[in-house]
């Protein structure tokens, strides 16, 4: 079945550094891709979004592109804020499946002043 | 800015309980959800339900489960004999093209 596998954390960084989670998935068909984000005590919320090869999906400093070879949507900041410690989830859909969300297990990111 | 609404944020109930997990969609959305992620494991697809009738279930959406949209506002997830592994937090998700979906804060239930 369709599935997502992301890098699992807790990732812990610096502010001002780099990060990237990797996210790759397995589909049946042509999916859909987001990262969502869950800060603490809150919902998920949509990050970023992605439709077909090559997109770049891009939101309050992330990015991601749909890379149909590697079939993969890694989510990049240059630069991270202790704001951005939450936990990020890489999501997939497919219209054939009625659009319903599969979920990677998520990754919790903590950025230290 | 519109948002899912959910009530109430948490819920405590004991085993063989009924409980109604309520969700306010975003007004003008048709297309409904219900996910649901145990403590530690992932976000998992319950259900969808679009012109007032279920689109598309998971193999966890078993007859204990139900979906209603009783009005025009409110979409509500019925759970009729609660289970100890029923616990978890229950996230409404509703989108105006069967594409963004956009999540309310979730119930936490908690079975005893």
């Known amino acids: 079945g369709d599935s997502v596998t992301q890098m699992e954390g807790p990732v812990t960084l610096s502010e001002e550094a780099f990060l990237t989670i990797n996210c790759t998935y397995t589909a049946t068909g042509y999916p859909s891709l987001f990262w969502y984000v869950q800060y603490p005590g809150e919902g998920l919320q949509l990050l970023l979004k992605?439709?077909?090869?090559?997109d770049k999906g891009s939101n309050k400093g992330f990015e991601a592109t749909y890379r149909k070879e590697t079939t993969s949507f890694h989510l990049e900041k240059g630069s991270v804020q202790v704001s951005d410690s939450a936990v990020y989830f890489c999501a997939l859909s497919l219209k054939a499946a009625g659009n319903k969300l599969t979920f990677g297990g998520g990754t919790r990111v903590l950025v230290k002043p | 800015e519109p948002e899912v609404t959910q009530t109430p944020s948490h819920q405590v109930t004991q085993m063989g309980q009924e409980v109604i997990l309520r969700c306010v969609p975003i007004?003008?959305?048709?297309?409904f959800y219900w996910y649901r992620q145990i403590l530690g494991q992932k976000v998992e697809f319950l259900v969808s339900?679009?012109?007032?009738?279920?689109?598309?279930k998971s193999e966890i959406f078993d007859d204990q489960f139900s979906v209603e949209r009783p009005d025009g506002s409110n979409f509500t997830l019925k759970i009729r004999s609660t289970k100890l592994e029923d616990s978890a937090m229950y996230f409404c998700?509703?989108?105006?093209?069967?594409?963004?979906?956009?999540f309310g804060p979730g119930t936490r239930l908690t079975v005893t």
């Open positions: 992605a439709t077909k090869a090559d």
């Open positions: 998700a509703s989108s105006g093209d069967a594409y963004e979906q956009y």
């Open positions: 007004s003008n959305h048709l297309y």
């Open positions: 339900f679009y012109n007032n009738e279920i689109s598309e």
